[in-house]
């Protein structure tokens, strides 16, 4: 199983940014995908999370509204579309999965399987 995480870079406040979580290596239809997030000092926090089915989303309070998560099925890539994007989003955000068939959680106990982070700085 792996997974590939990409797209961060430095965005000004009230920027956007879309990261894609590449995996291979499992069946993509039957996991869930989960996005993290860890800045300097902090735990590391769920962000949003999407089920295998796509029917269940769940996104943490401090990112609704601004960050959408989505999935593609035929390229076996997940992404999250940031929005909006505040000093404090500013992390390395990592993807995860695991097989939680029509579910997902923002724990990350709940995931057995991660990305590498790739970083995310939102500053002027």
């Known amino acids: 199983v792996q997974l590939q995480a990409s797209g961060g870079g430095l965005v000004q406040p009230g920027g956007s940014l879309t990261l894609s979580c590449a995996t291979s290596g499992f069946i993509f239809d039957d996991y869930a995908i989960a996005w993290f997030r860890q800045a300097p000092g902090n735990q590391r926090e769920g962000v949003a999370c999407?089920?295998?089915?796509?029917?269940?989303?769940d996104y943490a309070d401090s990112v609704k509204g601004r960050f959408t998560i989505s999935r593609d099925n035929a390229k076996n890539t997940v992404y999250l579309q940031m929005d909006s994007l505040k000093p404090e989003d500013a992390a390395v955000y990592y993807c995860?999965?695991?097989?939680?068939?029509?579910?997902?959680?923002?724990?990350?106990?709940?995931?057995?399987?991660w990305g590498q982070g790739t970083l995310v700085t939102v500053s002027s």
């Open positions: 999407i089920a295998s089915s796509a029917g269940r989303l």
């Open positions: 995860a999965t695991s097989s939680l068939i029509g579910w997902c959680a923002l724990t990350e106990t709940q995931y057995r399987f």
